[in-house]
Every structure is written in C-alpha cells, then in structure tokens.
C-alpha cells in the first residue's frame, strides 16, 4: 500500500506520518528530513529552508526518485512532504508509471490557518529526533530533552515570520495541488482540528476499508 500525507505547515503530516507507516509497516519518505540532512552539507539548501522558501524542484524530483530506487518501499511507503507542487506531482506520475507502481490514496489533513501557526511556534526540538510542544506536549523539564537530556531549540523554519511567508509560498505553490489530486479520485479529507489520536484513527480507518 502507497500513500501520500498532504497539509501545510502545521497539519501534522509528520506527527501521523510516522504513527501510520509503524503502524501498517510502511516506509515513511519525508523529504522535510531529507532536506535537513541535506542542508547540513549544502549552503544553498539552508539558505532555502531557513527562510521558508521551496527546494527546487529538479533537486526534490532526483532526491526522491533515489529513494524509491530502494528495495525497502517493496511493503509500502508514505510520502510525506512531497509532492508540493503540480510539477512535482507530474514528475511523481510518471515515476510510478515507469516502475509499475500503484497510489492507494492521498491524504489531505485540514487546519486553520492560525491553529497552524500556533502548533508551529511552539515546536521545540532535539538533535536526537525528539519533538516537544510549549503548550501541547512540554518535556516534564524546561528546555531539556526527556529521552537524552539534550537541550531544545526553536528551529529557524519555525519562527512566526517565517511560518507565514511557508504559509504565502503554500497557497501560491502548493494549494493547486489539492485540485490536481481532486480529479485523480484519490484524494481523502482529514478533520486535523481533531486530537492527534483521533486523526490518526481517521487515517487509520481509510487504509483498513481500502479507500
């Protein structure tokens, strides 16, 4: 089973991304941690996502493309973070045609605008992976990690400002593609106003009845 999360920034997509491909034995693809693996290494990439803008997509295309040439997608993958765009998602049909390999469905988690930048703002995280909440999910000490004692940071993507101008880049690139997907009939609307259990039982609930 393959399947695509979508959302801007803040829907969760990543949140439920991980629960669902553990869950169902999936291989979770997110290009948000791609990229940042990436900009570890490349000053172009980091100027890039430090101030919300989109990889391009040459760059997104050839790094998935790498990706899927992995014998480990053969049980299933979720991507999560691609495609952002039409163009993106064209590049995507043709890859799958190419290796004879079926899309179940597309999930699109809906949020308000302004509940998104709330659960953004206060995102904290971990060089070991872990992630934090001010507000929804705060690690039992301030500013620590609860798993490896690390200290949290703000990540600079994260920041108020630059989560709307993600929000501007969102609905001049990215919106078009809930349009795209809308005619291919795979498209599935998910309530993200929901509690994280009760979002993950709605997608949960759509791969079990094979929508």
Do not use: W
């Amino acid at each position: 089973m393959n399947y695509i999360i979508l959302g801007h920034p803040g829907a969760g997509k990543g949140t439920q991304a991980k629960k669902i491909a553990v869950k169902f034995g999936m291989v979770h693809l997110s290009t948000g941690d791609m990229f940042r693996e990436a900009k570890k290494s490349d000053e172009s990439i980091n100027k890039l996502l430090s101030s919300g803008q989109l990889v391009p997509d040459e760059i997104v295309v050839n790094m998935v493309r790498e990706r899927l040439e992995k014998n480990d997608i053969e049980k299933g993958f979720l991507l999560d973070g691609f495609p952002r765009t039409v163009k993106q998602a064209e590049e995507l049909d043709r890859m799958l045609r190419s290796e004879n390999i079926k899309m179940d469905g597309i999930f699109l988690i809906n949020v308000p605008f302004e509940e998104s930048v709330k659960r953004i703002a206060g995102r904290r995280v971990c060089a070991c992976g872990a992630s934090y909440h001010t507000i929804l999910l705060p690690p039992k000490e301030s500013g620590k990690c609860d798993r490896c004692g690390g200290v949290l940071f703000h990540r600079s993507d994260d920041k108020e400002d630059v989560i709307r101008d993600r929000f501007s880049v969102y609905e001049k690139q990215t919106k078009p593609l809930i349009e795209y997907y809308k005619e291919s009939g795979l498209l599935i609307y998910i309530d993200g106003l929901k509690s994280e259990s009760s979002v993950f039982e709605q997608i949960r609930g759509c791969i079990i009845s094979g929508r």
